[in-house]
């Protein structure tokens, strides 16, 4: 299963390698196509949800974002990512994210 993710955290993608194992990081939303799930940063990459719905349609999208900006979680939701959650909740436990 392809897995990439768009954060430019060193630290998120350190804990993302740990918890999912083979994970590409990406910049851009053409790079997602094939993948099976795309995780994405909001914090860091709020735009890229609609985008990445249209460069990979058929990958699960999983976004996390700051709990505090609901507005932004919100948002991601109607670009269409299949899973938003507040970032303490989706490092919680990463993989169950992805598969939730």
């Known amino acids: 299963m392809k897995i990439v993710a768009m954060t430019t955290d060193l630290m998120d993608r350190s804990r993302l390698a ?3 194992g083979d994970v590409a990081f990406i910049s851009d939303a053409t790079e997602c196509a094939g993948a099976a799930v795309v995780v994405i940063d909001l914090g ?11 460069a ?3 990958a699960r999208i999983v976004a996390f974002g700051p709990h505090v900006d609901t507005d932004l979680l919100e948002r991601a939701a109607r670009d269409g990512a299949d899973v938003v959650l507040p970032r303490s909740r989706f490092f919680q436990d990463p993989a169950a994210a992805i598969r939730a």
């Open 44 to 54: 860091r990459r709020a735009d890229a949800v609609a985008a990445v719905r249209a």
């Open 56 to 58: 990979a349609p058929e």
């Open 18 to 20: 740990a918890a999912l």
